[in-house]
């Protein structure tokens, strides 16, 4: 089954104590992403990947790290997390070229099912 | 700062209506246009896109609108369905391709049976 699958998907840690979020998908997509879903702000994009070591800052980077060394995985590192961090953690993929309409669209993102991290 | 927004928080229709969602956006540079569905307890779901150079773009039920001398997205579903109750978000990219994203607050449709 084509999907995208995030670990853990409940987490609850304290300030400052080092943690990975992984995502991983199985439908070869060069594009992967992640985004933080905080009550009345909607998705805010945090880091993204064209491909294998190709990584872009999104909207809200500070406080987050990631890396691309393979395409199939694509984790969220959280160095020091900190209660601010508190959040519904989505990872999403896509099979995507600029410019270029493939099966009708330019860019459909394919979401996991997110990980809700709390930060004491 | 940029931002897309929504008109209304929440919308109520009855079944078999048609459903309308609005979204503002506010940079002209913007350049690709997509709208999601994200059910209670799920990841968002993509819906439909549309490009700037489109005012038009339909699907199955559903109907995308890009007016963009008032900049400005809706969203229309046809005979809407109590499936179709969820929260709905625009989104807009300035990259064309979509590759940075932002995503605007949502709105929830309930769907009245």
């Known amino acids: 089954e084509a999907q995208v699958t995030q670990n853990p998907r409940y987490l609850i840690t304290v300030t400052g104590k080092k943690l990975t979020v992984t995502c991983s998908q199985n439908m070869n997509h060069e594009y992967m992403s992640w985004y933080r879903q905080d009550p009345g702000l909607g998705l805010r994009q945090i880091y993204y990947s064209m491909n294998v070591e190709v990584t872009d800052k999104g909207d809200v980077p500070e406080g987050y790290k990631v890396s691309r060394k393979e395409k199939r995985n694509f984790p969220l590192i959280l160095e020091s997390p900190s209660p601010n961090q508190t959040s519904l953690y989505f990872c999403?993929?896509?099979?995507?070229?600029?410019?270029?309409?493939?099966?009708?669209?330019?860019?459909?993102?394919?979401f996991g099912p997110g990980t809700r991290l709390t930060v004491l | 700062g940029e931002s897309v927004g929504l008109h209304l928080p929440t919308l109520s229709v009855q079944e078999g209506d048609n459903s309308i969602i609005n979204c503002a956006y506010s940079n002209s540079a913007s350049d690709y246009f997509i709208w999601y569905k994200q059910e209670s307890g799920k990841g968002p779901q993509f819906i439909i896109d549309i490009r700037s150079n489109m005012d038009k773009r339909q699907g199955q039920r559903v109907t995308v609108l890009l007016n963009k001398t008032v900049k400005h997205l809706s969203l229309q579903i046809a005979a809407t369905q109590p499936g179709d109750s969820a929260v709905y978000f625009c989104a807009e990219s300035r990259d064309g391709g979509g590759f940075k994203t932002i995503f605007g607050a949502g709105t929830r449709l309930f769907v009245k049976a």
């Open positions: 999403a993929s896509s099979l995507s070229y600029p410019n270029i309409w493939i099966l009708g669209t330019l860019n459909e993102q394919f």
